[in-house]
C-alpha cells in the first residue's frame, strides 16, 4: 500500500468526489434475484402491495356453496396455510400456467409442466427426462466447461455443478457412456448446426450464462441453433435455462417467436417479472414430449416424482406405476386444462403471487413485446452510463454477447492495485448500498442507502457487481443504481483509506458540526440590535398599556436583551449580544426612516407598520404574519423579498385562526337570519307570545348552503374547516397544483373563481395581493372579485372580504346590493386618517361611500380581526424573535419570503399545528413518539382489517352480520385515528 500521504491526498480525492451527497435512490431497492433474497428498510412499496394482491386474490378466488352462491373470498392467510390441493388449489395452478403460456407467447402446441424447486431443480428435471443411456445414438452438448478442466475451476462449484450432473447420470448408469456428452470450450457460444451434427448431438443443453456470468448468446449463435433444430426437428431438441432470458431476449421477434416455440425453456419464476421463487415451469415441445415419453417406457435411472409422470396401476403398489407424461402436472393448452393433479406440498399462494405479479406487470409495462424492448434500451442505458463515468467497465466487453437481463462491472481504480484492498473496498461498497452502513475508524456511523441489497457477482465471473436491469426496471432506476453504486464504492474507498491510514497511525477527528448541529456565524466582538416596530402584546396590562412582559421574557431567555425607546448610547451595549428596542409607536416614513436609512438597526421586526423602501436593515426582518407587502425596505427588494441582500421572513399561521374565526363569526351575525336583536328587544317588552308569533320569525340554518373560498392559504383553509363543521358544502378555487390536496380533505375543488361562486349563498375571498406588475402598477388580485363573479352568486349572497379591500371591486360591489345579488357584505380593510387634515386614505374608503347608499349591509372593520388577537400576536412575536436569532447567529432562514440570499441557508416553514401545509418536520415530531406509532398503527390495522372484509364480502346478510360484529370497532377506531391526525397537525396539504 502506498504511503500517508498518498492515502491522505487519495481520501482527499474521494472525500471531494462525494460531496454534494448520495444520488437520487431507486424506486425499487430490489436488485437483486427477487424479494426472497432482498432485505431492505423501506417496507412501504412491500405493505402497499402486499395489500394489493390481498384484494386480487380476495376478488378472484371465492368461496361456494353448493348451488353455486358466493360466500366470499379465500383470503391469504388461508390459502397460504393450507389450500395444497382441490378447489381452489387447481384453479390457482391452472391460471398460472395459463397466463405464463399466453403472456410470453408459447405457442398452443408447447405444453408447460410444473414442478418444485428453482434453476437447478429444472435443469435435473429437464436432464432426467430427456437424456438416456439407453440410445447411443444420443450425443448431447452442454454450454459450459468441462467440470474440473482449469478453465472451468474459475468458477467454483456452481458453475460446474451442470455439467457434474450430466456426467455422474452417465457415469453410474448400466449403459451409460459419458463420452457421450460434449462441453464447450468457451462458454455461450452456440456451435454451427454443421459442427453439432458432426458430434452426434441430439440434445443440445445451454445452461444460463444470462444469469451467473451476464452473457447471452448473439443472434448469430440463435440462428445456428435454429438452423440445427430445423434440420432433423423430431430428433434435435434444444434445452434453456430461461432465468433470466424470458422478457429479455435482445435478438429481434422473429427470432424469439422462433426460440419459444422450437426450444424447451426451464425457468424458476421468481426473476422474469419478479415473481416468488420455490418452483419451476417448463415448456416441452411436442417432439420433446415425445421423447420424454419413449424415455419412460425404458428409463435409464430412477424417475423424478415431483413430476408425477409415474400413475401406480394399484394404488397399493407404488411401483406398478405407468410411465406417462399425459398424467404429470404439465397444462395442455389446447383444452386450457391440467393433465395431471397438484401434490400437497406445492405453495399455492406463490401460484397466485407469480398469476398477480404478471397481470400486474402486463397492465404497467404492455406486452412481452413491450418489455422484450425496454430490456435493450436499459441494456443500453448501462452502456451509456458506463461510457461517461471512467471508474467503471463493463464486465462482458463484447456488446453482441452482454446480457438485457444481467449486467456486471467491475471497477478500475488506478489509486488501488492492491486486490486484497479491492476486494474490502467493493465488500464495504455492498454494505452502504444496503440498509447495514459503514462505521469510519472515528466511530462515525454512515447509513446504509437501502437502494440494492443483492448485488453480488459469482465467482470466476468478470465483474464486482451483478445487477439485475431486465425489462421490469424503467430506465430512471437503472441510472440511479448506477449513480448509487458509484457513490457506495467511492464512500467504502474513503473507509478503508482511513483504516489504512489508522495502521500508520493517522486518524481523523468527528465532524465538527456533531452529525448536523449548526454551527455558530456570529461575531461575539459585535454588537446586534433589532428594532420592534409594532405592540407585540395586545392585551392591557395595571397601567393600561399593551403588555409586552410575555416576549421580553422570551427574548431574554434567549439571552438576548431588551430595551424600552430607541438606542441611546451604543458604546454601552453590551458585545456578543442581540439587542431588541421595542418601538410601537412608530408608524411614519418621517419616524422611521431618522432611524433606520443608514442601517442604524441590523433588523426588524414589524406587523402593520409600514417600512418605508429607503429604511435599511442588513440582516433581514420579520412580518409577525403572513403577508408581506408592508415590508417595503430596499435590503430585501421590497414587500416581494425579491433581489435583496437580507432575507426577508414572515410568521404565517398564528393568526389564521384568528382571522377565519372573526369572519366566521361576521357571518353567523346575518346567517342563520334570525333577527335576535328584534326578538330580544320584543322578549324584554313582553310583546311575544311563542305559540302565536314565533312562525313570522322563519329562518334557515348554515348546513346544506354553499360557501365559494377564494383561496387555500391558511387563512382560506381554516375557515374552509369552519364551514365544513358546520355542514356547509365547501368549495374552494385555487392553483391547480392544490387540487389533490383540497379533495382530501373532503372539499370541492373549484378551477375557476367563477366556478365556486357558481349558486353560492356565501363568498369569502384569501388570496392577498399577490405582485405588483411593473407596468401598470397594479396588485394581481387586484378587483378579483368583480361582477362576473358575483353574478354567480345564489340570490341575497353573503360576501366577506377579511383577506385585502382592494381585493374586490367596490363598483361591482354597489351593482351587486342594487339587483339583490349581495345582502350583505362583511369588509375588513386598511384605513389611515392624516392627523394634520383629517383626510382618509386606505383600501375601506371606496366601501365607505356604499354604506351610504346601502345602509345595514355592510360591517365595516379597520383591518382589525387578526391583529388584535393577543395570544396570536405575542406568539408570532416569539416565532420572529426566534427567526432573528436563528439569521444572526446561524445563517438560518425560516420562513423566507422571495430570494435567498447569498450565505444562507433555508429552513423551510414553520408554522402552528395543524394550520397550513403539513411538512417533514411536522412528521418528525409525530413518529418521534412510540406511543404515537402505536396507536396509529393499531387503528389503521383495525379499520383496514374490517373494511377489507367488508369490500371482500358481496352477500348483504353477511355485511350485516359484520357490522353487527365490528360497527363498535370501526366507528371507535375511526374516531381514534382522527383524532390522533387532528391532535399531530396531519390533515392538508403537505409540503
Not at 397466463?99 to 408447447?110: L, Q, S, T, W
Request: with cysteine.
Amino acid at each position: 500500500m502506498a504511503n500517508a500521504q498518498t492515502l491522505k491526498a487519495q481520501r482527499d480525492k474521494t472525500l471531494e468526489l462525494t460531496r454534494s451527497g448520495p444520488p437520487a435512490r431507486t424506486s425499487n431497492p430490489f436488485f437483486g434475484v427477487g424479494p426472497i433474497t432482498d432485505g431492505t428498510l423501506d417496507e412501504v412499496d412491500a405493505r402497499l402491495l402486499r395489500f394489493e394482491f390481498d384484494s386480487w386474490l380476495e376478488k378472484n378466488y371465492r368461496k361456494l356453496d353448493d348451488r353455486g352462491g358466493d360466500l366470499g373470498p379465500f383470503t391469504t392467510a388461508e390459502v397460504g396455510r393450507s389450500m395444497h390441493r382441490g378447489y381452489p388449489a387447481d384453479k390457482f395452478l391452472t391460471d398460472m400456467m395459463r397466463e405464463i403460456h399466453r403472456y410470453f407467447e408459447f405457442p398452443k402446441a408447447n405444453k408447460m409442466a410444473v414442478g418444485l424447486g428453482g434453476g437447478h431443480s429444472g435443469f435435473t428435471v429437464c436432464a432426467l427426462h430427456l437424456v438416456t443411456a439407453s440410445d447411443p445414438s444420443q450425443h448431447v452438448y452442454v454450454d459450459t466447461l468441462r467440470p474440473e478442466s482449469e478453465a472451468a475451476k474459475a468458477g467454483g462449484f456452481f458453475r460446474q455443478s451442470w455439467g457434474a450432473q450430466l456426467i455422474e447420470m452417465h457415469r453410474y448408469a448400466r449403459n451409460g457412456d459419458e463420452s457421450r456428452i460434449h462441453f464447450a470450450e468457451e462458454e455461450g457460444a452456440i456451435p454451427s448446426a454443421d459442427a453439432l451434427e458432426r458430434m452426434g448431438v441430439k440434445l443440445f443443453i445451454g445452461v444460463g450464462h444470462e444469469t451467473t456470468g451476464a452473457t447471452t448468446y448473439t443472434a448469430q449463435d440463435i440462428a445456428n441453433l435454429l438452423e440445427w433444430l430445423d434440420r432433423n426437428p423430431a430428433e434435435h431438441h434444444a434445452v434453456l435455462d430461461a432465468t433470466s432470458m424470458l422478457g429479455a431476449m435482445p435478438w429481434g421477434e422473429e427470432a424469439v417467436k422462433s426460440v419459444i416455440a422450437k426450444c424447451c425453456l426451464f425457468m424458476p419464476f421468481q426473476k422474469a417479472i419478479g415473481g416468488i421463487s420455490g418452483y419451476f415451469v417448463v415448456s416441452f415441445t411436442p417432439q420433446a414430449l415425445d421423447l420424454v415419453e419413449r424415455n419412460q417406457k425404458s428409463p435409464s435411472w430412477a424417475i423424478p416424482r415431483q413430476l408425477k409422470i409415474v400413475a401406480p396401476v394399484d394404488p397399493k403398489r407404488p411401483l406398478t406405476g405407468e410411465r406417462t407424461v399425459n398424467v404429470g402436472p404439465i397444462y395442455d393448452p389446447a383444452q386450457d386444462k391440467m393433465l395431471g393433479g397438484v401434490i400437497n406440498t406445492y405453495s399455492t399462494l406463490a401460484f397466485a403471487e407469480t398469476t398477480f405479479g404478471l397481470l400486474r406487470s402486463e397492465k404497467r409495462l404492455g406486452s412481452v413485446q413491450d418489455l422484450y424492448k425496454r430490456s435493450v434500451r436499459n441494456r443500453a442505458a448501462v452502456n451509456q452510463w458506463v461510457a461517461s463515468h471512467p471508474l467503471f467497465e463493463l464486465g462482458v466487453a463484447d456488446p453482441e454477447r452482454r446480457g438485457a437481463a444481467v449486467t456486471l462491472l467491475r471497477i478500475r481504480d488506478a489509486d488501488i492495485t492492491d486486490a486484497a484492498i479491492h476486494a474490502r473496498i467493493i465488500a464495504r461498497s455492498k454494505q452502504i448500498l444496503a440498509y447495514e452502513g459503514i462505521t469510519h475508524p472515528n466511530g462515525e456511523h454512515e447509513r446504509g442507502l437501502d437502494v440494492a441489497r443483492y448485488v453480488n457477482a459469482f465467482p470466476g465471473t468478470p465483474g464486482d457487481y451483478r445487477a439485475w436491469i431486465g425489462g421490469i426496471r424503467p430506465v430512471e432506476d437503472i441510472d440511479a443504481l448506477l449513480d448509487n453504486l458509484e457513490y457506495a464504492y467511492l464512500r467504502a474507498k474513503i473507509v478503508v483509506l482511513e483504516e489504512e491510514l489508522a495502521k500508520l497511525g493517522e486518524t481523523f477527528p468527528a465532524s465538527a458540526d456533531g452529525g448536523g448541529e449548526r454551527v455558530r456565524r456570529d461575531d461575539p466582538n459585535r454588537t446586534y440590535k433589532v428594532l420592534v416596530a409594532d405592540l407585540i402584546g395586545m392585551r392591557f396590562d395595571g397601567e393600561g398599556e399593551p403588555d409586552h412582559q410575555e416576549v421580553r421574557r422570551h427574548i431574554e431567555a434567549k439571552g438576548g436583551v431588551f430595551h424600552l425607546g430607541p438606542i441611546r448610547d451604543e458604546g454601552a451595549l453590551e458585545k456578543g449580544r442581540i439587542h431588541f428596542f421595542y418601538q410601537p409607536n412608530l408608524s411614519t416614513e418621517a419616524e422611521l426612516l431618522p432611524q433606520t436609512d443608514k442601517g442604524q438597526y441590523d433588523a426588524v421586526i414589524a406587523a402593520a407598520t409600514f417600512l418605508p423602501k429607503n429604511s435599511v436593515f442588513p440582516l433581514g426582518g420579520v412580518r409577525i404574519g403572513a403577508g408581506t407587502g408592508n415590508m417595503g425596505s430596499v435590503s430585501w427588494g421590497g414587500g416581494s423579498g425579491v433581489g435583496g441582500e437580507a432575507p426577508l421572513m414572515n410568521t404565517p399561521s398564528f393568526n389564521s385562526r384568528a382571522t377565519a374565526q372573526m369572519a366566521f363569526k361576521a357571518l353567523l351575525k346575518v346567517a342563520p337570519d334570525l333577527k335576535v336583536d328584534e326578538l330580544h328587544r320584543r322578549v324584554v317588552a313582553g310583546e311575544f307570545d311563542t305559540g302565536k308569533h314565533l312562525r313570522d320569525f322563519p329562518t334557515e340554518k348554515l348546513e346544506g348552503r354553499r360557501i365559494a373560498v377564494i383561496g387555500y392559504g391558511n387563512i382560506g383553509r381554516e375557515l374552509a374547516k369552519l364551514a365544513s363543521a358546520f355542514g356547509m358544502q365547501v368549495a374552494i378555487h385555487a392553483r391547480e397544483r392544490h387540487k389533490d390536496w383540497i379533495e382530501s380533505e373532503g372539499f370541492e375543488y373549484a378551477p375557476t373563481a367563477e366556478a365556486a361562486a357558481e349558486g353560492a349563498h356565501v363568498l369569502t375571498v384569501h388570496t392577498g395581493l399577490g405582485p405588483v406588475d411593473a407596468k401598470s402598477g397594479r396588485f394581481a388580485n387586484q378587483s378579483l372579485i368583480g361582477s362576473d363573479i358575483l353574478n354567480r352568486l345564489a340570490d341575497g349572497a353573503v360576501l366577506i372580504n377579511y383577506d385585502r379591500g382592494e381585493v374586490v371591486d367596490a363598483d361591482a360591489l354597489d351593482a351587486a346590493f342594487a339587483q339583490g345579488k349581495v345582502s350583505y357584505a362583511c369588509i375588513d380593510a386598511d384605513l389611515f386618517r392624516n392627523a394634520a387634515d383629517g383626510t382618509l386614505s386606505g383600501p375601506m374608503v371606496p366601501y365607505r361611500a356604499l354604506e351610504s347608499r346601502h345602509p345595514g349591509k355592510l360591517e365595516l372593520l379597520p383591518h382589525a380581526a387578526a391583529d388584535t388577537d393577543h395570544p396570536s400576536r405575542v406568539e408570532g412575536a416569539r416565532q420572529a424573535v426566534d427567526q432573528i436569532f436563528d439569521v444572526i447567529q446561524y445563517g438560518v432562514v425560516t420562513n423566507l419570503k422571495g430570494d435567498l440570499p447569498p450565505g444562507y441557508r433555508n429552513a423551510g416553514a414553520r408554522t402552528v399545528n395543524g394550520i397550513g401545509a403539513v411538512t417533514g418536520g411536522t412528521l418528525a415530531r409525530a413518529v418521534a413518539d412510540e406511543t404515537i406509532l402505536r396507536q396509529a398503527r393499531e387503528a389503521v390495522e383495525s379499520l383496514a382489517a374490517i373494511w377489507g372484509a367488508l369490500s371482500s364480502t358481496t352477500d348483504p346478510d353477511r355485511r350485516a352480520t359484520l357490522l353487527q360484529r365490528y360497527g363498535a370497532a370501526l366507528v371507535r377506531d375511526t374516531n381514534r385515528y382522527t383524532a390522533l391526525t387532528e391532535k399531530l397537525g396531519l390533515r392538508g396539504p403537505y409540503a
